[in-house]
């Protein structure tokens, strides 16, 4: 069964940084893109990042680009969002998905971890 | 960006109705739109991809469509479908979501 564990959430002013984490399992990792997803409070569904198996290629949501690093351990079955320079508009529940679609060309998310909430205020 | 549009936003229906969400793209997208569930407090859960229904998903469920103009239908609406639908292009980056449609009892 696939598992994505998020942590690193939390309450954080504006200006500061935060490192989010997503423990994956029940599936061979490094073979699969993953990506970060982001709701705001009663807000849709945002995309935010995405990396590919091997860390070699990432791309960003032009909202955080300069901002935010995506980075994943393969040794820990772990991806990582490093969020830098943080404002109230990046606050939102947080989540770290699975992208099945592999060369497909579909980019999607078949397995979501609980999400981790980010508050941005002083 | 391509933008994704879904109407109604919210929709009130009662157990046994079909129910039709409508996602609308601004560019062609061919068939590549997923569609999600996601209920209060909870992840978002894949239902289709394409018309694909995914493992384990009611077949009550389906979806059609291609180019702009795509459809989730509930044949028979059962009491655990209300819930908030998302639809998603799942081709060009970024990704982009539709704002969701509620249905509402």
């Known amino acids: 069964e696939v598992q994505l564990v998020e942590s690193g959430g939390g309450l954080v002013q504006p200006g500061g940084s935060l490192r989010l984490s997503c423990a994956a399992s029940?599936?061979?990792?490094?073979?699969?893109?993953m990506h970060w997803v982001r709701q705001a409070p009663g807000k849709g569904l945002v995309w935010v990042s995405r990396i590919n198996g091997d860390g070699s290629m990432t791309n960003y949501a032009d909202s955080v680009k300069g901002r935010v690093t995506i980075s994943r351990d393969n040794a820990k079955n772990t991806v990582y969002l490093q969020m830098n320079s943080l404002r109230a508009e990046d606050t939102a529940v947080y989540y770290c998905?699975?992208?099945?679609?592999?060369?497909?060309?579909?980019?999607?998310?078949?397995?979501w971890g609980q999400g981790t909430l980010v508050t941005v205020s002083s | 960006d391509i933008q994704m549009t879904q109407s109604p936003s919210s929709v009130s229906a009662s157990v046994g109705d079909r129910v039709t969400i409508t996602c609308r793209a601004s560019?062609?997208?061919?068939?590549?739109l997923v569609w999600y569930q996601q209920k209060p407090g909870k992840a978002p859960k894949l239902l289709l991809a394409?018309?694909t229904l995914q493992s384990g998903v009611p077949s009550r469920f389906s979806g059609g469509g291609s180019g702009t103009d795509f459809t989730l239908t509930i044949s028979s609406l059962q009491p655990e479908d209300f819930a908030t639908y998302y639809c998603?292009?799942?081709?060009?980056?970024?990704?982009?979501f539709g704002g969701g449609t509620k249905v509402e009892i």
């Open positions: 998905a699975r992208d099945p679609g592999g060369s497909s060309g579909w980019f999607y998310f078949d397995s």
């Open positions: 394409g018309s």
């Open positions: 998603q292009q799942a081709h060009i980056l970024p990704l982009t």
């Open positions: 560019q062609h997208i061919n068939t590549w």
């Open positions: 029940g599936f061979t990792f490094s073979s699969d893109w």
